[in-house]
Nanobody, 116 residues
Framework: QVQLVESGGGLVQAGGSLRLSCAAS????????MGWYRQTPGKQRELVAI???????NYADSVKGRFTISRDNAKNTVYLQMNSLKPEDTAVYYC??????????WGQGTQVTVSA
């Protein structure tokens, strides 16, 4: 059974930083695509960043230059370093894994709140 457990969310002032972590289990981590998405009330969940098993990375335009996604295959963990945070980054952040058979898994989400 695949499990994704996020951590690292919290409250931070604008301009501050947070690092989110997502630990995966029950999956061949090195072979799967990992990503971070976020969602605010009344809006659709949106892509923040993805990193493939081969190291290809893509970011949403709104976070380019401020956020960095990385993965540690030895620890089965993906990270999202968030710098220069803005109030509009406030959201629930979800970890996502897509297996080689194109099955998508989601974590429970972690709240990030950026105060002005």
């Amino acid at each position: 059974q695949v499990q994704l457990v996020e951590s690292g969310g919290g409250l931070v002032q604008a301009g501050g930083s947070l690092r989110l972590s997502c630990a995966a289990s029950g999956v061949r981590f090195s072979s799967i695509r990992m990503g971070w998405y976020r969602q605010t009330p009344g809006k659709q969940r949106e892509l923040v960043a993805i990193i493939t098993s081969g190291g290809y990375i893509n970011y949403a335009d709104s976070v380019k230059g401020r956020f960095t996604i990385s993965r540690d295959n030895a620890k089965n963990t993906v990270y999202l370093q968030m710098n220069s945070l803005k109030p509009e980054d406030t959201a629930v952040y979800y970890c996502n894994a897509v297996s080689q058979s194109v099955v998508s898994y989601w974590g429970q989400g972690t709240q990030v709140t950026v105060s002005a």
